[in-house]
């Protein structure tokens, strides 16, 4: 098959064996596949990747086969998948908690991913999807269950809230509080030069943190507020205690929310986001693609490995 792939030489389109199917996974035939900031990072080589890696992790498309211990799906299930995989070994895993696990692998990463004609995944992270879902919409599952994460932070509807970045994520974040009923919340653009009121917000969500937008949020929330930490900054940043503490404030981080709830969010049309989804290309364009991903924000740029 072909598909897209990281080595020490770079990234290149190849042509690879189709993945190898363990008794306990589905094999799917990519549709579509969205291009994340992840996959750019594991192509730059900031982020460490096996070696040869098909990259890719969010993706949607129809099941060509079912290993023998991959109950539930049968070829031609419309389907999509988480792609952040527990262990399966650790203590957290094996009383549950796979949602906890610290020892987590990533497709496109750690296996080989979604940017090429087909993929194989374990069947725990498979999900089906209604008939009436379109491609473009699932292979989104992955960054809404991102956003969604935001709601197992104990935020309230009737909260006044400011979620900080003015981004294709914070429009998603705040477009998924509104289906919660929380749509007192205000979208800051810190580039647009108009200072955040100090003291307005019960919660504040920030998605790019810098040590100043950490401040601005500090200032920004009630005593007593909240700041939900959401970004996946790889370096330290820096906040005033001494703030934090006269204020109270609480600083709660989360990760994903429940993968099956962002499709249906999206299936039942709860959210819109037709509009932050864009073009579709052929595999073959990646350079062009990854290169204009690191300015255009917009919105998601899909690759169609069936092309
Ligand atoms: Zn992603
Ligand atoms: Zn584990």
Not at 61 to 90: H, Q, S, W, Y
Not at 171 to 198: C, Q, W
Request: proline residues 5%; charged residues 25%; contains cysteine.
């Amino acid at each position: 098959m072909r598909a897209i792939i990281k080595s020490n030489q770079g990234v290149a389109v190849r042509e690879v064996d189709a993945p190898r199917v363990r008794e306990t996974d589905v094999l799917v035939r990519v549709k579509l596949a969205g291009l994340c900031r992840t996959d750019v990072f594991v192509a730059e080589g900031r982020i460490p990747a096996k070696s040869d890696v098909v990259l890719g992790h969010e993706f949607s498309g129809i099941v060509e086969a079912a290993g023998k211990n991959a109950p539930g799906f049968a070829r031609g299930d419309r389907v999509t998948a988480m792609p952040v995989l527990p262990c399966g070994r650790c203590a957290l895993c094996s009383a549950g908690a796979q949602d906890k696990c610290q020892a987590t692998t990533m497709l496109g990463i750690d296996h080989d991913g979604a940017f090429g004609e087909l993929v194989a995944v374990p069947v725990s992270a498979v999900h089906k999807i209604p008939d009436a879902m379109s491609f473009r919409l699932a292979a989104y599952s992955e960054p809404v269950a991102a956003a969604l994460s935001v709601m197992k932070a104990g935020l309230k509807a009737g909260q006044r809230g400011v979620i900080y970045g003015n981004n294709r994520f914070s429009h998603l974040i705040n477009r998924i509080l509104k289906a919660y009923s929380l749509d007192g919340v205000t979208v800051f653009d810190p580039a647009a030069g108009i200072p955040l009121r100090e003291g307005a917000y019960d919660f504040a969500i920030e998605t790019l943190a810098t040590d100043k937008a950490m401040h601005e949020l500090m200032l920004a929330v009630v005593p007593g507020g909240k700041i939900v930490l959401k970004s996946r900054k790889h370096e330290p940043v820096g906040i005033s205690l001494a703030l934090a503490v006269k204020k109270e404030i609480t600083l709660t981080a989360v990760n994903y929310g429940d993968f099956g709830e962002a499709i249906r969010l999206m299936a039942e049309g709860l959210i819109q986001v037709d509009d932050l989804l864009g073009p579709e290309h052929p595999l073959e364009e990646f350079a062009a693609v990854f290169e204009r991903s690191k300015t255009l924000e917009t919105q998601k740029v899909f690759f169609n490995p069936g092309a």
